[in-house]
């Protein structure tokens, strides 16, 4: 009997553990990882995890609210270490998903529940476009294909 309380305990601390650490490598990114990334991490600091087990705790951590789950339509989610609400902006060319600095905008839950008398409880908006670094990237591009043209005139 002792035994098996032994053991049952021993789980239950490795089974916080491991949760633990997922947190933390979800907390210590702003890049909003997929499962796989967080596994490949999480194994790094318990090498003997299962894709199962943090796939388990992703889902418990986000159920206790701990975490958010982004899925914005693609085929894997993202997860996010800061659940409180807040905008994504994706980059449609390097699939970058970066944090939107402005806040939440409760005035457009106010303007469709005014609208249609509905009761509006939450809503999403998803931001799409270049990031700071592809759009840098795509206006080198365009001047280096500026000057090959150039080039060729003279
Ligand atoms: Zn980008
Ligand atoms: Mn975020």
Redesign the pocket.
Known sequence: MRKKEEASSHLRRRSTRQRRVVLEVLRST?S?PTADWIYEEVRKRVPNVSLGTVYRNLNLLRDMGEI?E?NFGSTYSRF???PEP???FSCMNCGR????NIPVCTELEEKVRREHGWEVRSHRVEFYGLCSECKAEQRKESQEEYVKTAGNKF
């Open positions: 702003k909003h958010m982004l996010d270490g800061n807040h905008y994504h998903v970066l944090d939107v």
